[in-house]
């Protein structure tokens, strides 16, 4: 071991860069704050040679995985690569060669993360995830420790910034999808792939790993429920706003008796409370717990210097532990099996809109299939009329219903002749005061 702290860096892209800058420019507040210094002793890239704006002398970077994994001068591997593979692996390995770890990982994270905090466990070494989810929204920290002494009974979130911009620009300037997403990838804050995001993938990543922590067991990212944004349109946040909700995409967890349920969807949010009004690249996290009742989480979700401040947090509460030899002191504690409930068992309420034929009892048939499928409609409008298609267009919102009766229900809507098109369905998450 150095006499400072030795930090190998697994990645020097747009986090990796923004954590070596602010460990170089705060050297003097860490090593008054730990006693002595931190400093990037080696850092893997794929290209040595691309111009990047890192304090890290050319001589310290590698394309070589071991040379810095197993060099004896680091003392903490930071893993700021992405994606599952080689990732997962490095970490393995260096948690095997007695390294502690910190990482902004989500997909290893979730699908690993519970096998490596138990590798880490085995040998007394920590492992930090904090910037893995919410940027640098502290959520890792309180779950692991400030609300550990509740039974968490709810966790609804928007974790994506992405598709919560997307959402905000489709609502507050009327642009379509298709516009939105463009403008958000011309800033750089949707990739050229923009899947990951829209789809849903990332939001279920990070509700894996909140879930696993809220609930005390492993719940496995494809346990999570999924629906992406792209099939929303600009109606709907019209619609949407008319009747009091925005429409955000929400990660929900949720206890249900001995099940949780657990996922990721676009869901109306009534308008007044906080979590419907959080706009732009924001994230924010509401949870209730039996003890602290209702607690709200919010802020930069994403972005080099919001991810850095979670990751060089992380290396001053590891820094304590170092100097004190106390690692692992807030285990992650994971003492239930948890079940995921199947998603046809989920009860929620939906807004519908659809196209219908403008004629005499034509609603009727509509209110009758609800009723033959035990969904009962709590409101109906109808607005938009196209006189020449002598068309009408109607949004219709249901009470409760379980997702299995819903289904079959919407799907002999879908068939009536009378219907030529349902353009939206989406559901209605209504929050507790
Ligand atoms: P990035 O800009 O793409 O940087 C990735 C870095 O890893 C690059 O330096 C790249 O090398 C290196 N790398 C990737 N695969 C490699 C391999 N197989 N071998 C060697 N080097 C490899 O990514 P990022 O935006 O910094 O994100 C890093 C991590 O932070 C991800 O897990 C991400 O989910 C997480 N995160 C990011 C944000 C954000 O706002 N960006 C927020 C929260 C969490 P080259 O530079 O040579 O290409
Ligand atoms: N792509 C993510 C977002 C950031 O838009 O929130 C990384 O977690």
Redesign the pocket.
């Known amino acids: 071991m150095s006499s400072g702290i030795g930090l190998g860096l697994l990645g020097v892209g747009n986090v990796g860069s923004a954590v070596a800058r602010h460990v170089h420019a705060r050297a003097a507040m860490l090593e008054r704050q730990l006693g002595r210094p931190i400093t990037v002793q080696r850092a893997l890239v794929r290209d040595p040679n691309k111009p990047r704006d890192a304090s890290i002398p050319a001589d310290r970077l590698t394309t070589d995985a071991a040379a810095v994994i197993d060099d004896p001068n680091v003392d903490v591997i930071v893993e700021v690569l992405g994606g599952v593979e080689p990732a997962q692996q490095y970490l393995r390995r260096a948690l095997e060669a007695g390294k502690h770890v910190v990482t902004a990982n ?1 997909e290893v994270m979730a699908a690993h993360g519970v096998d490596l905090l138990q590798l880490a466990a085995d040998r007394g070494l920590d492992l930090y995830f904090e910037a893995s989810v919410g ?1 640098g929204i502290p959520l890792i920290g309180p779950f692991r420790q400030d609300l550990a002494a509740n039974e968490i009974e709810e966790v609804h979130a928007i ?7 997307i959402l905000s620009q489709m609502a507050e300037h009327g642009r379509s999808y298709t516009d939105a997403l463009a403008e958000a990838q011309q800033l750089g ?3 050229p792939d923009p899947t ?2 829209v789809e849903g993938h ?1 939001t279920a990543f ?1 509700l894996a790993i909140l879930a696993t922590l809220a609930f005390r067991g492993r719940v496995a990212p494809a346990e999570v429920f999924r629906e992406g944004i792209s099939q929303l349109t600009k109606a709907d946040f019209t619609y949407a706003a008319e009747l009091g909700y925005s429409i955000k995409l929400l990660a929900i967890a949720k206890r249900r008796g001995d099940t949780i349920e657990a996922r990721v969807h676009p869901a109306l949010v009534q308008r007044d409370f906080l979590l419907g009004q959080v706009e732009g ?1 924001y ?1 924010a996290v509401r949870i209730s717990g039996d003890l602290v009742g209702r607690a709200m989480f919010m802020g930069r ?3 080099p210097e919001p ?1 850095s401040s979670a990751i060089v947090s992380d290396l001053i509460d590891l820094g304590h532990n170092m100097r004190r030899a106390a690692h692992n002191r807030i285990p992650v504690l994971l003492d239930r099996p948890v079940r995921v409930l199947p998603m046809d068992e989920v009860i929620s309420r939906y807004y519908l809109r659809l196209w219908v034929k403008d004629r005499p009892g034509v609603l009727a048939r509509i209110a009758a299939i609800c009723g033959e499928h035990a969904i009962s409609i709590a409101s109906v409008l109808q607005k938009e009329v196209d006189p020449d298609a002598r068309r009408a267009e109607l949004v219709l919102l249901t009470h409760d219903a379980r997702e299995a009766d819903w289904r079959p229900a919407i799907q002999r809507i879908m068939d009536l002749d009378v219907v030529p098109e349902v353009a939206s369905v989406i559901r209605i998450e209504d929050l507790l005061e």
């Open positions: 989500k940027g974790l994506n910034g992405t598709t919560n911009y804050y949707a990739e990951n995001d990332d990070k690249v994230n979700g994403a972005g991810t």
